[in-house]
């Protein structure tokens, strides 16, 4: 059955940098997407990407910051590589992953039927 299962989480520095990387297993969906979510607020999608031929899609609050991208070894595993991480940028970081997404849908988390436990990303003044 398909697995998802995210890490990577820490706590860095303010304007530091940090890539988490999600375990898509067996390697199925293409559908690949990051979320977030911080005490009190709603989850968020942060990149999405329908590997390996699509060009990604970004939230407006990463955009130029965060990438997201896909071994080309193995293509289980699809990165999101965060810089210049700031306070706003605390929380649980979920992956999640689909058989099938349009694109209007890629940040959208019920889209999604697959998702990871999360992993925590803390960033300190």
């Known amino acids: 059955r398909v697995q998802v299962a995210e890490s990577g989480g820490a706590s860095v520095a303010n304007g530091g940098s940090l890539t988490l990387t999600c375990t898509n297993s067996?390697?199925?969906?293409?559908?690949v997407a990051w979320f977030r979510e911080a005490p009190g607020k709603s989850r968020e999608g942060v990149a999405a990407i329908f590997t390996p031929h699509d060009e990604p899609v970004y939230g407006d609050r990463v955009k130029g910051r965060f990438t997201i991208s896909q071994n080309k070894v193995d293509e289980n595993l699809v990165y999101l590589h965060m810089n210049n991480l700031t306070r706003e940028d605390n929380g649980t970081y979920y992956c999640?992953?689909?058989?099938?997404?349009?694109?209007?849908?890629?940040?959208?988390?019920?889209?999604?039927?697959?998702w990871g436990q999360g992993t925590n990303v803390t960033v300190s003044s």
């Open positions: 067996p390697y199925i969906y293409n559908y």
């Open positions: 999640a992953a689909g058989p099938y997404v349009s694109r209007s849908q890629y940040l959208d988390p019920s889209a999604y039927g697959f």
